[in-house]
C-alpha cells in the first residue's frame, strides 16, 4: 500500500512494499534519497552525528565507527551518562539552549575523565573502545583522520539516543511477551540454564541462544521501535510512480511487519516459531519485509552481526 498525505504544508509519501523499500535504501545508487534533516530542537540536541549526516562526512564517521564499534564499548560511557531525564523537561525552544549545554556538559565531563585517565596512568592510548577510537581521531595530526570537539560530542550523543531508546522499548515489549506467552518464557529459561549451568551467559554463549533469538525477532516485528524517512532530492522514478523532488517518504516499519500478505493471517499473533529456520527462511528471502535495524548502507550500528 502507498499514499500520500499532507504534514502540514509538507507532502509525505508512504511506502509499504517491500520492493519499493528496496528501492529506496538499497538500490540508491544515485544517492535520490538522503535522510530527512532533523530541524529546530531535535537539531540543537543530536547534532551532527552519524545518524544525522550525509555525504562524505557521513561515510567519515560511518568508517570510525565500523572500525572501532563493538557493544562493550558503550558501557563506558552509558553508565555516567543521564540526559533523557532533562529531554522530557520542555520542547521549548529557548530552553532547548540550555538543555544543549547540560548535555555537552555531561559529555565533556567523560571526556575529561578519560583523557585524565590516559595522563595520570601514563597509558599510551585511550582505550579500543569507540570512546578511546573518536578521541584517538580528536587528538590525531593526521588532518584527514582529525575530528573536531563537536563531532566527537555529537557522535555520542548519537550513540546514547540510538542506542537507548530501542533497547529499552524491545526489552520492555519482550518481557511483556515473555509475560503473557508463559511457554516461550519457559523454553527460553530452559535454553539459558541448558546451555549456560546456572553462570551469567558469556557473549559468545549468547549468541548460540536460538530460542532467545527466536523470540527477539519476533518481539522486534511485532514492536519494531523505529520508522524509517527519507526525501528526494530530484525527481525520480519509483515503480510506476515519477515522484518529484523535495516529497519526504516515510517508511512505516510496523506496516510492513504486520502485513498479511508477507506474514500470513495470523501476522499480529506473536509466533517465535516463524524464525525457527532463520530470518530469510521466515521472510522467503525477502530482505526488505522484515526491517527492524533498517537496510543498505544505513543499515543500525548497533545490530549484531
Ligand atoms: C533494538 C535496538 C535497535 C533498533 C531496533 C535500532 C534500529 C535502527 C534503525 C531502523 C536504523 C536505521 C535508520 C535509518 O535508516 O534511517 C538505525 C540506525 C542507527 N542505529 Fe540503531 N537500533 C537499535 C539499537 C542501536 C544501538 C544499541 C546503537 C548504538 C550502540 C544504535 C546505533 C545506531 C546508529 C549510530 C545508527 C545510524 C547509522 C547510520 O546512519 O549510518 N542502534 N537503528
Redesign the pocket.
Known amino acids: 500500500m502507498n499514499f500520500l498525505y499532507w504534514h502540514g504544508p509538507q507532502p509525505q509519501l508512504v511506502f509499504t512494499q517491500p520492493e519499493l523499500i528496496k528501492e529506496i535504501?538499497m538500490n540508491d545508487k544515485e544517492g535520490a534519497f538522503p535522510?530527512t534533516k532533523v530541524q529546530g530542537f531535535m537539531e540543537k540536541f543530536l547534532g551532527q552525528?552519524?545518524?544525522t549526516s550525509q555525504g562524505e562526512e557521513?561515510f567519515k564517521k560511518?568508517m570510525l565507527?565500523n572500525h572501532a564499534?563493538h557493544?562493550e564499548s558503550?558501557k563506558v560511557y552509558m553508565k555516567n551518562f543521564d540526559c533523557c531525564n532533562i529531554l522530557r523537561k520542555t520542547h521549548d525552544e529557548s530552553e532547548s539552549d540550555e538543555l544543549q549545554q547540560g548535555v555537552r556538559a555531561s559529555i565533556m565531563k567523560i571526556l575529561k575523565k578519560r583523557e585524565e585517565n590516559v595522563k595520570t596512568e601514563e597509558l599510551d592510548s585511550y582505550g579500543s573502545d569507540f570512546l578511546g577510537k573518536l578521541l584517538k581521531a580528536y587528538h590525531s595530526k593526521d588532518e584527514t583522520k582529525k575530528i573536531s570537539l563537536d563531532d566527537m560530542i555529537d557522535e555520542c550523543k548519537?550513540?546514547y539516543i540510538?542506542?537507548h531508546e530501542?533497547?529499552t522499548?524491545?526489552l520492555s515489549w519482550t518481557i511483556l511477551l515473555l509475560a503473557t506467552h508463559t511457554d516461550w518464557q519457559d523454553r527460553g529459561r530452559k535454553e539459558v540454564l541448558e546451555l549456560s549451568c546456572q553462570q551469567i551467559p558469556s557473549p559468545d554463549s549468547i549468541s548460540r541462544l536460538k530460542t532467545r533469538s527466536m523470540i527477539i525477532n519476533e518481539s522486534?516485528r511485532l514492536y519494531?521501535?523505529?520508522a524509517?524517512?527519507?526525501k528526494t532530492n530530484k525527481e525520480v522514478k519509483l515503480g510506476k510512480l515519477l515522484v518529484p523532488a523535495n516529497i519526504e517518504i516515510l517508511i512505516p516499519?510496523l506496516a510492513v511487519h504486520h502485513d498479511p500478505k508477507i506474514w500470513g493471517e495470523d501476522a499480529h499473533l506473536f509466533k517465535p516459531e516463524r524464525f525457527a529456520e532463520g530470518v530469510a527462511k521466515a521472510t522467503n528471502n525477502n530482505m526488505s519485509a522484515y526491517?527492524?535495524?533498517?537496510?543498505?548502507?544505513?543499515?543500525?550500528?548497533?545490530?549484531k552481526p
Open positions: 535504501l535522510k552525528g552519524l545518524a557521513w560511518r565507527a564499534f557493544a558503550l548519537t550513540f540510538a542506542g530501542t533497547t522499548n524491545l522486534l519494531s521501535p523505529t524509517l524517512s527519507r516499519i526491517l527492524p535495524f533498517g537496510l543498505g548502507p544505513r543499515t543500525c550500528m548497533g545490530m
